[in-house]
T-cell receptor, first 115, second 115 residues
Framework: AQSVTQPDIHITVSEGASLELRCNYS??????LFWYVQSPGQGLQLLLK??????LVQGIKGFEAEFKRSQSSFNLRKPSVHWSDAAEYFC?????????????FGRGTSLIVHP | KAGVTQTPRYLIKTRGQQVTLSCSPI?????VSWYQQTPGQGLQFLFE???????NKGNFPGRFSGRQFSNSRSEMNVSTLELGDSALYLC??????????????FGPGTRLTVL
């Protein structure tokens, strides 16, 4: 069965600083990988996804992620964090099932942004 | 166009009762998935419906059930509520459940508290 580990429960950065959120996955086949963001009181929003091809994936809001098969990692990065990026971030690996992609989520990383 | 709508947004029930949550997908979306989010277990997939049929099911007891109507609206039901059922229940819709990936769009969730 697939699993996702987000080693950092909380990350604190200063506004304008760079950000990297870590994600490690376990999956027997070619992984379908996702990063979602959840703001307080909101549902999840997809930031980016990786299915195949270029291992550096660009997403919305200036985020990018790099797939490294050798390290089973899919880390999320942003060069300059804005206060509005404060939220919960979830990494997920999707398993193909019945024509859908059923995600298994990590436990999430809470991003705190200091002014 | 309108996003995914979930009603009610907040709900308080007592142990042993049952509850029904509702989800209206984005217009034109035919697939609806449900997730449970708790501090202890994180985000977990409950089930997915497509064209009024359950396509996939997560590892939850039979007290959790759902259905989808011909207009793609979906309901989930939890019977004989337990304290551990207190959670944020998220609904997500996508265009269709098929061979190609279709992004899931999440609603804001229903916060269920079981006393």
């Amino acid at each position: 069965a697939q699993s996702v580990t987000q080693p950092d429960i909380h990350i604190t950065v200063s506004e304008g600083a760079s950000l990297e959120l870590r994600c490690n996955y376990s999956y027997g086949a070619t992984p379908y990988l996702f990063w979602y963001v959840q703001s307080p009181g909101q549902g999840l929003q997809l930031l980016l996804k990786y299915f195949s091809g270029d291992t550096l994936v660009q997403g919305i809001k200036g985020f990018e992620a790099e797939f490294k098969r050798s390290q089973s990692s899919f880390n999320l990065r942003k060069p300059s964090v804005h206060w509005s990026d404060a939220a919960e971030y979830f990494c997920a690996v999707g398993a193909k099932a019945g024509g859908s992609y059923i995600p298994t989520f990590g436990r999430g990383t809470s991003l705190i942004v200091h002014p | 166009k309108a996003g995914v709508t979930q009603t009610p947004r907040y709900l308080i029930k007592t142990r042993g009762q049952q509850v029904t949550l509702s989800c209206s997908p984005i217009s034109g979306h035919r697939s609806v998935s449900w997730y449970q989010q708790t501090p202890g277990q994180g985000l977990q997939f409950l089930f997915e419906y497509f064209s009024e049929t359950q396509r996939n099911k997560g590892n939850f007891p039979g007290r959790f059930s759902g259905r989808q109507f011909s207009n793609s609206r979906s309901e989930m039901n939890v019977s004989t509520l337990e304290l551990g059922d207190s959670a944020l229940y998220l609904c997500a819709s996508s265009l269709q459940s098929g061979l190609s990936y279709n992004e899931q769009f999440f609603g804001p969730g229903t916060r269920l508290t079981v006393l």
